[in-house]
Each structure stands twice: as structure tokens, then as C-alpha cells.
């Protein structure tokens, strides 16, 4: 199984910041056919199923603020939120699909106003 | 616009069983791989269990492998998981997934159903 490990664990960043959340997976997901990452970011507020943000690593979602930017390539990524706004507070998890029996998530950072 | 809506979820003893579904609609149902994603109480998500737009291919996660069995109904639009010998833990939130055009991305998620294993 591919493991993702994300850091921090959490995080607090004023209004207006920057925010960098790192996602590390335990061997590529870059599928050397096509170019691409198979790589995804989700934000989570509590009582809500996650939302996609991100996907083939840095393709932002349709309607996701382009504050959110996602960069890396093979097994190292970073999800940043350009200027931290109060509704930015919520979980955010990295995911690969690299495999097709069965993606993973990484464990989640917490993002909270400083 | 894509719903997902799960139902089946409730309270359930140690080794019984019980059976999610998804109820889909906004798009064509049958196009489209589907999955189960839990999320226990104050933790990650987990994925589940995956199904192809036939049928065709099912994944399950080695911790559900043998107990859980994922299926849907293509002419009925409806996503299905049957769990048996549940375990404590399993309790979880569970949400239907619906996966990208060209990857197994999540862009759409259901609301999810509370499954709680106790006796």
C-alpha cells in the first residue's frame, strides 16, 4: 500500500497569511504514461463530508478560490492557501489514486486562524 | 445537480450486520465508478470499498475484506454495501463517493450514514 504522511499535524496562521500544508507519499504517484500526479487534496469542516480542491495535483476544482494552489511532483506536495481567510478553517487531507486497488488519505492537518 | 443521499446507518451489536445504500442522482449513474469512505469518530478517512461502472471491479480494504461486500444497481441508480460480522471498529460515518471522469478523485460525497457497532 502506498502510506501518505502529512505535516504539520496542525497549524494556526493569521487572517491573511499563508498557509503551506505538506503531503508525502511513500513511493511515486507520477504515472510516467501521461505526466500526471495522481495526487488529490480534500478540505473537511466538522459535520461535513470532505470537499475535493485539488486533483492531478495541482488541477483546481471548479468553484475552489484560487487561494488554494496545489504544487509538487512524485512523492512530495504541498497544498497552499495564499491568504487564510476565516472560512479556510477546517481539516485538509491528501490523497493519492495511484493505485487503483484502493487509494489513500493521508491523516489530515488542522488549520486554525492565529 | 449530483445528490448522493446513504441511508442504513443505525446501531448494530458485535457481529451483526447491516446494509448501506446510496441513492444517486444529477448524472448518469451507470458512467461512473463508485466507492465507500468511512471516517470514525475524531479521525482520517479511510477508504473502504470501490466498484466500477459494470461491476467489473471491486476493491475492498484489507480491513474489511471478507466481511464487507460492495454492489449497485445500475437501472436503479443506487450504490450498495453489505457489512457482516461487524466489529466495534467499524463504527464510522459512511459516505458514498463518486469518483472523477479520468481518475479516482472524490468530487462528489454524500452526506454520509453513522454506523455504530456496540453492544
Redesign the interface.
Known sequence: DIVMTQSPDSLAVSLGERATINCKSSQSVLYSSNNKN?L?W?Q?KPG?????LI??ASTR?SGVPDRFSGSGSGTDFTLTISSLQAEDVAVY?C?Q?YS?????????TKVDIK | EVQLVESGGGLVKPGGSLRLSCAASGFTFSSYSMNWVRQAPGKGLEWVSSISSSSSYIYYADSVKGRFTISRDNAKNSLYLQMNSLRAEDTAVYYCAREGYSGSYYGYWGQGTLVTVSS
Do not use: I
Not at chain 1, 48 to 52: C, F, G, R
Open positions: 495522481y488529490a480534500y473537511q461535513q463530508p470532505p470537499k475535493l486533483y492531478w476544482e487531507y490523497q489514486y487503483t486497488r484502493g487509494v489513500t488519505f493521508g491523516p489530515g
